[in-house]
């Protein structure tokens, strides 16, 4: 097991954050390093990232959750789920592909239907799983009350 520690980014993190959402595949817009916090590890060298991403005033999403490969399944994404949870406010939201809405369940995040999203994502639901359903999978919009 990798030994980590968490801490905010700085603008000299941006590149290696942008980097590490494109090559596991996650959303790559909104990636504005001061709302980050970053797993380092013992050399300074970033394992994971996640944000507190802003639709609006009240709309607040747990976004950009993301360890490296090499370092998946050594706890690094529920330490800084869980403090980005502890920070964030409540209702807080989230987006995930369906296979992992078990993952977020053990933070107390549930699926919500369209009738209860925010506008911003009732709109991105849509569109998403309009596409989705090619593919066999399902965009779900999680809420932690
Ligand atoms: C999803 C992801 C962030 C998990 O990171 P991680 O550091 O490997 O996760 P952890 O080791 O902290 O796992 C926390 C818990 O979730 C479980 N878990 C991990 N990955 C999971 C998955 N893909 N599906 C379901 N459960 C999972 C673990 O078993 C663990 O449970 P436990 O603590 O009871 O043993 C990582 O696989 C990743 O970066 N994936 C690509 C990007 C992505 O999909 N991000 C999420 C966007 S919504």
Known sequence: MVDFTLRPATEADSSSIKDLIHRV?????DLDWRRFVLAVDGS????????????????????SIAVEP????????RVIIEYLVAQGPRPLYLTCRSRLGSFYEKWGFHA????????????????????????NDKMLVMKLM
């Open 44 to 63: 300074g060298k970033m394992l994971g990232c996640g944000q507190l991403k802003p639709h609006g005033k009240d709309v607040i999403e747990l976004a």
């Open 70 to 77: 090499s370092h998946q399944h050594q706890g690094i994404a």
């Open 25 to 29: 595949g996650i959303n790559p817009m």
């Open 112 to 135: 919500i239907e369209s009738a209860e999203m925010p506008a911003y994502f009732r709109r991105l639901s849509r569109l998403v799983n309009a596409m989705a359903a090619f593919m």
